[in-house]
C-alpha cells in the first residue's frame, strides 16, 4: 500500500450509488488502483442489485481533503435456501477491500463487520483484497486464478499456446464456424440459451437473465458478448468485461454439441483477438477450483494456476453458509439437477441462484 497522505484519514461513509457523483468517484478511484477490478465499480454493484433483488452496500473511506482513500463494495445476500451473508462482491469471482492505506483497510474491515451485524448477516466474506487483522479466517488453496499477457498477434497468440491445445484450436479454425460480437438482444438471446444449458449440464442453476442484462446495460462498451455459431446455431457464448486493459471472459458455456465442433476453443481464442483489437494487454480466464477440470483446460491455454486468497468472518456460534457446488453436501441436488428438462432447469434455477450470491 501508498505512504500515508498529508491529510489525515478522517472517517467512513456509505455511498450512495444513486448519485451519479459519488458513483462516478468510486468508478475513477477503482480504475486509478492498480488492484482494482470489475467487480469494485459501482456498475457491478448496481447491476447485481438490479440482475437478483439483492441490497447492494459499498462503504467508502475519505481524507479530510475529500480523497477517497479506500472502499468496500458489498451485497446483501438473502436466500430461503442458503440464508443471509454480506458479501464482498456478490455474484463476483473478486472484490474485497480496495485501500492506499492498511489503515483504511483496518477501518473498513470492521465498519463491514459491523454492517453485516446490522443487517443480521452472521457472516462477511471477503473475495480478494486486503486480509484483515482479527478474527478473520483466510481461505486460500481452494481456488486458483488464471491471467497472462496477451501476445501481439494472432499468430504469436498460437505459438504461445502449449502444443496440444495449439493443434486443438488450430482445428477448430478450420471448421466452418461463425464468430459474432456484440450487445443485442440476439446476442443475449443466444448466450443465455447457450449458457442455460452449458450450466443445467454441470448440474447447477442458471442465473437470471435480468442479471446478464444488467450487467450489459451498467457497463456500456465495456461489456460484449461473443458467440460461435454453426449452421446459424449458437453453440458457444462468453459474456466479457474489459476492464484497465483486461478481458475477463465471465459467463461462458457451450451447448454439448460444442464439444465436437470445438466451439469452445475457437471462443476463447476469438476473443483473444477481439479483446487485442480493443487494445487489452492481459487476458483474466477467472477462477477455477484445484483439480478441476475448467483448471486443467486453463492450464492447456498456458495459463498458471495462482492460488486465491479470500478471507471470512463468522458471527461466533453460527456455521458459515456453503454454496460450493462441489461440495458433497449437494451431490444428491447436482445429480438430480443435470436431469432436469431445460425447460423446467430455466424456470426454477433463477429463483434459487440470485439466493447464492
Not at 471472459?249 to 479483446?275: C, E, I, K, Q
Not at 477450483?289 to 458471527?315: C, D, H, M, Q
Not at 454454496?323 to 445429480?335: D, M
Request: charged letters at 20%; aromatic letters at 8%; proline letters at 6%.
Amino acid at each position: 500500500m501508498n505512504a500515508p497522505l498529508l491529510w489525515p484519514l478522517v472517517g467512513l461513509r456509505p455511498a450512495d450509488l444513486a448519485d451519479a457523483a459519488d458513483a462516478a468517484r468510486i468508478a475513477a478511484f477503482v480504475r486509478a488502483h492498480p488492484q482494482g477490478t470489475p467487480f469494485h465499480l459501482p456498475a457491478w454493484s448496481l447491476a447485481v442489485a438490479r440482475g437478483c433483488g439483492q441490497r447492494s452496500h459499498t462503504l467508502i473511506a475519505e481524507r479530510g481533503d475529500g480523497t477517497i482513500e479506500g472502499v468496500l463494495p458489498m451485497t446483501e445476500i438473502r436466500s430461503r435456501l442458503f440464508g443471509r451473508a454480506l458479501v464482498s462482491n456478490g455474484f463476483a469471482v473478486g472484490g474485497g477491500i480496495l485501500a492506499e492505506s492498511e489503515a483504511a483497510a483496518g477501518r473498513l474491515a470492521e465498519a463491514g463487520w459491523a454492517l453485516a451485524l446490522t443487517l443480521g448477516c452472521p457472516s462477511l466474506e471477503l473475495r480478494g483484497g486486503a486480509l484483515p487483522e482479527g478474527d478473520w479466517t483466510a481461505e486460500e488453496g481452494a481456488y486458483l486464478g488464471f491471467t497472462r499477457a496477451l501476445a501481439a498477434s494472432d499468430e504469436a497468440e498460437l505459438t504461445a499456446i502449449p502444443r496440444k491445445q495449439r493443434a486443438e484450436v488450430r482445428k477448430a479454425l478450420a471448421l466452418d464456424l461463425d464468430v459474432t460480437v456484440g450487445r443485442g438482444v440476439e446476442d443475449r438471446r443466444a448466450h443465455y440459451a447457450v449458457y442455460a444449458e452449458s450450466v443445467r449440464n454441470l448440474g447447477t442453476p442458471v442465473f437470471p437473465a435480468k442479471l446478464f442484462r444488467s450487467v450489459l446495460e451498467a457497463f456500456g462498451d465495456d461489456a460484449d458478448i461473443l458467440t460461435v455459431r454453426s449452421g446459424g446455431k449458437p453453440v458457444a457464448s462468453v459474456l466479457s468485461l474489459y476492464h484497465a486493459g483486461t478481458v475477463y471472459p465471465y459467463w461462458g458455456g457451450g451447448t454439448v454439441a460444442a464439444r465436437a465442433l470445438r466451439a469452445n476453443d475457437r471462443m476463447y481464442f476469438a476473443l483473444m483477438s477481439h479483446a487485442r483489437a480493443r487494445g487489452c494487454t492481459r487476458f483474466d480466464f477467472g477462477r477455477s477450483k484445484v483439480g478441476t477440470g475448467p483448471a486443467a483446460f486453463k492450464k492447456n491455454w498456458g495459463f498458471e494456476g495462482v492460488p486465491l486468497r479470500y478471507a471470512k468472518r463468522v458471527k461466533p456460534g453460527d456455521i458459515p453458509r456453503e454454496i460450493n457446488p462441489l461440495s458433497p453436501k449437494y451431490r444428491l441436488q447436482v445429480a438430480v439437477w443435470k436431469k432436469l428438462p431445460l425447460g423446467i432447469a430455466n424456470v426454477v434455477g433463477p429463483l434459487v441462484s440470485r439466493g447464492l450470491g
